[in-house]
């Protein structure tokens, strides 16, 4: 391995209910049965990758009032599946999305640390928040928070957790907890012993300043959707300046885009496979379903090989339920509208252009070549790979890609530790201030 290379970091998101998933490829199997996690973590562990990782949905997407047709399949429980991958895994790393706005601290702490033990020490948390009403309709608390009371009380809840498992000190016997704050007041004994990483990985998703800020005051890894160099720089430099002020160093905090990629016997065969796949993934159905999440209205009698429509969103729509809102649909639509207008484009073409991309196109040298050039810019520590198949959308990555960046100096050749801590290269929560 050569001195002085950047390392890279690499993990696996296992394909959701979104618009990367190709169903329609004869390859694509269920989303739910359970040799379907497997084989991805399986192909994961064999490539060498820090973790697994699971997204999280506590709510059907609707359309028009009934069933976002890509969810109709489900949304298993996270931390209950990396508790069976657990069993077939031995040094994969399994990080669980879980939400802090409608669990509780000890509950959670409480499963996340069983996980811990049970991986012997390969848990992570990515931590979110919702401010969903819709979402919110199945919970005893329902509603929602405003985004300063979300991050408030995400904030104050992975602290209560982190007290929860330092109440356990190292080798040593459990100490009464007691925490009174704004969220949260409870106290008495934490029933799970420290694991062997002293504390599951914490990681974190959002963009927004407050997540920003989040991020660099308690995380230990950031899921970014910054995916090209220019945006990845920007958003690496800013994270990481912030460290600073927390008494934290830059390696304590590793950030990670989720990416896809598409791989081909050449640059111009994987560009070609790109532009299939893509239109997979934006059938007539779906361009319509993604244009009326913009317009927030019924576009069902649009062609969507026509133009766009000549009306304005409507800003107060309920049309799409369970999905991040967008911000300003208004400025949205006439982008789009400028963007199609000047290219010539019809829905279908639009929505395939402005809604996704293959972050890595290229043969596997090419591809492996990107990665090292993202990572050694200080773009990115490492990449979460978002296949478009499931399970197999890992395999040739793992086949062909893997030995490319081990050639080249910049990826593991065997794991040197079995925590996924030590796969990242964090240190242990005690030597960074936790409880002694």
Partial sequence: ???????????????????????????????IDF??????????????????????GLRLREHAGRIHDLDVVG??????VLNALAAVTDRLGLAATVNATFNEPYELARRLASLNHLSAGRAAWNVVTSSDAFTGENFRRGGYLDRADRYARAAEFLGVVRELWDSWPPGGEPRPFAHSGPQFRIEGEFPVPRSPQGQPVVIQAGDSAEGREFAASAADVVFT??????????FYADVKGRLARYGRGPGDLKIMPGVTY???????????????????QVSPQNAILALERIWGRDLSGYDPDG?????DPDPDSTLVQGRVRVADPVGVARKWRALSEAKGLSIRQTVVETTGRQSFVGSPATVAAALEEFVAADA???????????????????D????????????????????????LGLADPAGKGGTP
Wanted: hydrophobic content about 35%.
């Fill in 1 to 31: 391995m050569s001195r002085g290379r950047k390392q890279i970091h690499l993990a696996a998101h296992f394909p959701g209910v979104n618009s990367t998933t190709v169903w329609a490829d004869p390859r694509s199997g269920s989303q």
């Fill in 35 to 56: 040799s379907s996690f497997e084989h991805l973590a399986r192909t994961a562990e064999r490539g060498l990758f820090d973790f697994f990782f699971l997204a999280e």
């Fill in 75 to 80: 949304r298993p429980e996270s931390i209950t």
């Fill in 225 to 234: 959707r910054h995916s090209t160099l220019e945006a990845g720089r920007e």
């Fill in 262 to 280: 598409v791989l081909g016997d050449s640059d111009a065969d994987a560009q070609e496979r790109a532009a299939e796949i893509r239109l997979q």
């Fill in 307 to 311: 133009p766009l429509p000549d009306i």
């Fill in 380 to 398: 990115a520590d490492g990449f979460i790979l978002v296949p478009h198949l499931t399970p197999g959308g890992l395999d040739d990555f793992v």
């Fill in 400 to 423: 062909q890609v893997v030995p490319l960046l081990q050639e080249r100096g910049v990826f593991r050749t065997e794991y040197t530790g079995t925590t996924l801590r030590s796969h």
